[in-house]
Every structure is written in structure tokens, then in C-alpha cells.
């Protein structure tokens, strides 16, 4: 294989998918509920969102809430809920006057009419803005993101010949958000967990042995330089 069929990687991601992994085992360790864990979560992503776009990142998905993440304790899923409401309240302007967009990927059904205004509160109240794209992936799943592509299409009567990977790609959530450069997961799991199965195809990984919310920015900078060591043959 020759370099011309070697892409060097650019020295920085356009997209950083983020898989937030390990918030019940950071509280479990620390010996706090779990909600508490959650809740320092959130604090690790807005240190670490501000940290990547400080830093050229253009896009930052963040794995928030699954679909799958339906079948924990309703105690658990109702406070995973709450922290929507508590986003919004609190941390929504700051990332407005920041000049942060924020859109939520995922599916809207199941949803509650609060959890509903949020998002369109949010996203309405951003969609201007142009530092960066943060994507919480919420009520999110890679395979229900493509199922939801399909019946779109379906419903548009869109003939089966005309039906290509940018066909595809356009009815996506969110379309406009580009596929990831770089993903990184925390808490020593190697798997994607159904997450950007679409946006993952060539995307690099980095598996971190860390807890979420003991993630920093000095390992955000680490990821980055390892990144940009690495060559990305896309397929070559």
C-alpha cells in the first residue's frame, strides 16, 4: 500500500462521539447514590464539551440516554428524565451565550410533554448559533435511529431505486450532524453499545479505563494527540 492511499489524520476531529460510560459505578465507588453519580456526569460534560470546542471540535455527540436505557429502576429513569428539565433550567443559557447549537438526537416517542418542550426550547432557542454543535443523544439508539430512517423514507413513497447511503444518511436525526471522526468510551468498555451505527463506519476509537465523571480535560487532550497520530485508511 502506497501513502497516496493513506489519509493522514487531520489534528483534530470535525465530530467527537462520546460515550458517557460509568456514572453508577463512579457513585458506587465514591459512596453516593446514583443519581449523584448522574448528576457529576453532567458537570464532566460541560467541562469536557468546553474543552473540545476550545480546542477545534466542530460537533460533540454525547450518549446521555438510551433507548435501552428504558428497562432501569423507574426511580432511576424518572431522575435521568429530570436532569432534561434541570439542563434546560440551568446550564441551557450559558451554553446560548456561548454561541453553542444544541440539538437532541433520538427518538421523540415515550416521551413526556415537558420533556417535549425542553427539547424544542432548546433547540429553537440555539439554532443560530455557530462555535459548535453539541448532539445529546437522548431517548437514543443507533438501530432505531436507522429503523426511523426507513420508515421516513417509506412514507415518502421515495421509489426503491432512487434509496442510496445518501438517501439514507439524509433521513437520519438530525442529518446535518457528519459522521464521527473520532469516539471515545469511558469506563474500560470496548463496544459501541448501539451507538452512531450509522456515523461510526470509519470513525476511530478510544477505549478509556476511566469512569465518566473522573474523565478530564487532560484525558480529552490525550485522546486528541493520540488521534492525531493515527492514519485512517477508510477502507484503502
Given at each position: 500500500?502506497?501513502?497516496?492511499d ?9 465530530h ?5 460510560d460509568?456514572?453508577?459505578r463512579?457513585?458506587?465507588?465514591h ?14 460534560l460541560k467541562?469536557?464539551?468546553a474543552?473540545a ?25 424518572k ?10 433550567d ?7 451565550q ?7 438526537l ?15 426550547k432548546?433547540?429553537?432557542?440555539t ?17 432505531s ?5 426507513v ?9 426503491a ?30 463496544r ?21 465523571p473522573?474523565?478530564?480535560?487532560d ?16 477502507g484503502?
Amino acid at each position: 500500500m502506497s501513502m497516496s492511499d493513506v489519509k493522514v489524520t487531520a489534528a483534530v476531529p470535525n465530530h467527537l462521539g462520546l460515550i458517557l460510560d460509568g456514572n453508577r459505578r463512579w457513585a458506587k465507588e465514591h459512596g453516593v447514590t446514583a443519581s449523584e453519580g448522574h448528576l457529576e456526569g453532567m458537570e464532566t460534560l460541560k467541562r469536557v464539551a468546553a474543552a473540545a470546542f476550545n480546542s477545534g471540535v466542530r460537533y460533540i455527540s454525547a450518549y446521555a440516554f438510551s433507548t435501552e436505557n428504558w428497562k432501569r429502576t423507574k426511580d432511576e429513569v424518572k431522575f435521568l428524565m429530570s436532569l432534561v428539565l434541570r439542563f434546560v433550567d440551568r446550564d441551557l443559557e450559558q451554553l446560548h451565550q456561548d454561541g453553542v447549537k444544541v440539538v437532541i438526537l433520538g427518538s421523540r416517542y415515550g416521551l413526556s410533554k415537558k420533556i417535549l418542550k425542553a427539547i424544542e426550547k432548546t433547540e429553537e432557542l440555539t439554532k443560530d448559533n455557530t462555535r459548535g454543535v453539541l448532539a445529546v443523544c437522548f431517548n437514543y439508539g443507533g438501530q432505531s435511529e436507522l429503523v426511523d430512517a426507513v420508515r421516513d423514507i417509506l412514507q415518502a413513497r421515495i421509489d426503491a431505486n432512487d434509496v442510496d447511503e445518501a438517501m439514507i444518511a439524509s433521513h437520519l436525526y438530525h442529518p446535518e450532524v457528519p459522521p464521527c471522526d473520532l469516539i471515545i468510551r469511558t469506563s474500560g468498555e470496548q463496544r459501541l453499545s448501539n451507538f452512531m451505527m450509522w456515523r461510526s463506519e470509519y470513525a476511530e476509537l478510544k477505549f478509556v479505563d476511566k469512569n465518566w465523571p473522573d474523565f478530564s480535560a487532560d484525558d480529552l487532550a490525550a485522546a486528541l494527540e493520540d488521534y492525531k497520530a493515527r492514519q485512517r485508511r477508510m477502507g484503502k
